[in-house]
């Protein structure tokens, strides 16, 4: 099975702050990999696709790179309606696997 | 409009059973697969269970290999996740998503609104 780990699992932010999320994967996934956004009691999102593809209707401040094994989620200029916990996930192969999370809260 | 229904789940008793249903609508089902994933109080994501969209492919995270079974009608465009053996550490809200067959596209960029399982005596 592939194993993704995520990190940070947890990061303060100020509004207006630059966020970086690194996931990596234990072998090469190519750019399958998704970025979703989850908010509590709410459905989760997806934000990115196919590593760095913008979902539409999200905004242009969420960005994905990466392809093979590290893959980057940045959030440029921090909005209050950004604080939530993202996820990678791969789905190169069966099982899909999820990061652990990273909670991004206010400073 | 592309979406996924979900229904059933409840509460059951250790060792019970619980059917999910998922209905899909907007899109060819046959061109997708589906997973289900969900989401134990206060933690993460975590896949379950998919299924080709020809339905002939299944398949299964360990912690549920031998208990749960996911199936699917294509006339009715909907997949069931049909857990036996419910324990504790089953409940959680569980998702179905949908997810791809070919490409890079098309995986997890629409989900159910969820469904609670609670695995109490």
């Known amino acids: 099975d592939i194993q993704m780990t995520q990190s940070p699992s947890a990061m303060s932010a100020s509004v207006g702050d630059t966020v970086t999320i690194t996931c990596r994967a234990s072998?090469?996934?190519?750019?399958?990999l998704a970025w979703l956004q989850q908010k509590p009691g709410k459905v989760p999102k997806r934000l990115i696709s196919?590593?760095?593809s913008l979902q539409s209707g999200v905004p242009s401040r969420f960005s994905g790179s990466g392809s093979g094994t590290e893959f980057t989620l940045t959030i440029s200029s921090l909005q209050p309606e950004d604080f939530a916990t993202y996820y990678c996930?791969?789905?190169?192969?069966?099982?899909?696997?999820f990061g652990q999370g990273t909670k991004v809260e206010v400073k | 409009e592309v979406q996924l229904l979900q229904s059933g789940g409840g509460l059951a008793q250790p060792g019970g059973s619980l059917r999910l249903s998922c209905a899909a609508s907007?899109?060819?089902?046959?061109?997708?697969?589906m997973s289900w994933v969900r989401q134990a109080p206060g933690k993460g994501l975590e896949w379950v269970s998919g299924?080709?969209?020809?339905?002939?492919?299944?398949y299964y995270a360990e912690f549920v290999k031998g208990r749960f079974t996911i199936s699917s009608d294509k006339s009715k465009s909907t997949v069931y996740l049909q857990m036996n053996s419910l324990r504790a550490e089953d409940t959680a809200v569980y998702y179905c998503?949908?997810?791809?067959?070919?490409?890079?596209?098309?995986?997890?960029?629409?989900w159910g609104q969820g469904t609670v399982v609670t695995v109490s005596s």
């Open positions: 998503a949908k997810d791809r067959i070919f490409g890079v596209e098309g995986a997890f960029d629409i």
């Open positions: 907007g899109y060819f089902f046959s061109s997708y697969a």
């Open positions: 299924i080709s969209g020809s339905g002939e492919s299944t």
């Open positions: 072998q090469d996934i190519s750019n399958y």
């Open positions: 196919a590593a760095s």
């Open positions: 996930l791969q789905h190169k192969t069966f099982p899909r696997t």
